[in-house]
Nanobody
Framework: VQLQASGGGLVQAGGSLRLSCAAA????????MGWFRQAPGKEREFVAG???????YYADSAKGRFTISRDNAENTVYLQMNSVQPDDTAIYYC??????????????????????WGQGTLVTVSS
């Protein structure tokens, strides 16, 4: 699976941005997808995840502001980011969860459970 993230850029605090992740390869529709982010000097952290039947998980920092969705016909997963804040500044990565693992928070929140990663897209939020 090859993943290509896009949609990052500079946005003012309180604004919105939509990230996209296009997947190439087989069986995208059956794979759980996740968004992670990494700010300078910090570890990569989970943002949101969605499985093949559209169940979702969100980090506390994303709840109520971000929405993950997917279009299986287009092999694309999205992250709609609303009410962004300077703390949301980071490189955002999309990733595909390993097969045959349960869709639980303990799994979905863990970067090492993902076997394919996109190259990342930079989001910068100005105050």
């Amino acid at each position: 699976v090859q993943l290509q993230a896009s949609g990052g850029g500079l946005v003012q605090a309180g604004g919105s941005l939509r990230l996209s992740c296009a997947a190439a390869g087989r069986a995208f529709s059956t794979r759980t997808m996740g968004w992670f982010r990494q700010a300078p000097g910090k570890e990569r952290e989970f943002v949101a995840g969605i499985n093949w039947i559209f169940d979702t998980y969100y980090a506390d920092s994303a709840k109520g502001r971000f929405t993950i969705s997917r279009d299986n016909a287009e092999n694309t997963v999205y992250l709609q980011m609303n009410s962004v804040q300077p703390d949301d500044t980071a490189i955002y990565y999309c990733a595909s969860l390993r097969r045959s693992v349960p869709f639980t928070s303990a799994v979905v929140f863990t970067p090492s459970q993902y076997d394919y990663w996109g190259q990342g897209t930079l989001v910068t939020v100005s105050s």
